[in-house]
């Protein structure tokens, strides 16, 4: 009944989805988490501030970027048709994802950063077949930069953005000069401020270099967890998708191209986690975008109802688990 509930486009689901992110935040609005901003990039450490005497809107505003995130991934997902037909299940799998332990209630900077990289998705799918793509390039050079201003590691993302123009488009030497225009204006407006204010080198040194070079090398057991309980589900996921999907989309030209830009997000979101400040899985949201499609998917086109809803069950007491479990 859950899973059948959710495979539908009913307008209720734009209450449901909420009311769910919000019970899973409930340790957050009760007990919030004050983030640590020593060293962090200058937009989220500007937020935080912000927020920092009214610690208990840290997790409010968490909770809305968490549904707004949930609710832009659905609309891509829908506008570009990545799981076959229209469904709140993208949605769903998100808030369900990126809040399934105490540990991920907090607002870290992903949750800014995620929102501009889900628009830089959007722009990149909109390139193909455009007689010119110089404004999408643009854009999505931009939104990359400004994600990077929240969480640095997001900056190797330009590399998704130069292949998904491969994939995607005719070479256009001008769209690629575009992209890097619209990268670097953000970064020309940020190291000016810091130039104005005696911190030019302390942006570089403090907030870039630092964090990576004094970067966690170990997964320690909680994390370690988090980890083992995605590949978990992805690889069921993974396992009961193969040949599902829409009959009339899945050998088409521009889905396989789609395809194609998905498998190099999740790519590119790996290698981030190379220059990320430690292993932590929610360094690793970046690439939960592509394999959420992968296991939306799959409880969208699967014929056995009833396996289905054994998973999603099996989903709900591991979250229990992972709660009350919890130091």
């Known amino acids: 009944m859950l899973v059948r509930f959710f495979r539908l486009h009913q307008p209720i689901l734009l209450i449901v989805i909420p009311l769910i992110a919000a019970l899973l935040w409930i340790p957050a609005f009760l007990y919030p988490i004050v983030p640590d901003i020593k060293y962090a990039m200058p937009l989220y450490e500007w937020v935080v501030r912000l927020l920092l005497h009214h610690a208990w809107l840290l997790s409010v505003v968490a909770y809305v970027l968490i549904v707004i995130q949930a609710f832009l991934f659905n609309y891509i997902t829908d506008k570009f048709e990545l799981i076959g037909k229209s469904s709140y299940l993208p949605a769903l799998m998100y808030v369900i994802f990126t809040s399934f332990s105490r540990d991920l209630l907090l ?126 589900f992805v690889l069921i996921a993974i396992a009961f998708s193969v040949g599902r999907g829409s009959d009339t989309s899945t050998h088409s030209v521009q889905h396989r191209s789609r395809t194609a830009v998905l498998r190099w997000l999740f790519i590119c979101a790996a290698l981030t986690l190379l220059v990320a400040p430690g292993f932590n899985y929610i360094y690793f949201f970046i690439g939960l975008i592509p394999l959420l499609i992968i296991i939306s998917v799959y409880f969208l086109w699967a014929r056995m109802i009833w396996l289905t809803e054994v998973i999603m069950w099996m989903l709900a007491v591991t979250i229990a688990f992972n709660y009350f479990t919890a130091r």
Request: aromatic share 22%; net charge neutral.
């Open 107 to 232: 607002l870290h900077p992903m949750l800014f950063a995620n929102i501009f990289i889900l628009l830089t998705l959007n722009h990149v799918l909109n390139m193909y077949r455009l007689p010119s793509a110089q404004p999408q390039s643009f854009n999505a050079g931009f939104m990359v930069a400004v994600a990077s201003l929240f969480y640095f590691p997001a900056a190797f993302l330009l590399l998704f953005v130069f292949i998904s123009i491969i994939i995607l488009r005719p070479f256009f030497w001008r769209e690629w000069v575009i992209v890097i225009l619209g990268f670097l204006l953000p970064y020309i407006y940020i190291n000016t401020w810091y130039f104005l204010i005696n911190g030019f080198d302390s942006f570089w040194i403090d907030k870039v270099i630092y964090p990576f070079a004094h970067r966690a090398a170990a997964i320690n057991a909680d994390i370690a967890q988090l980890y083992f309980e995605l590949a978990l």
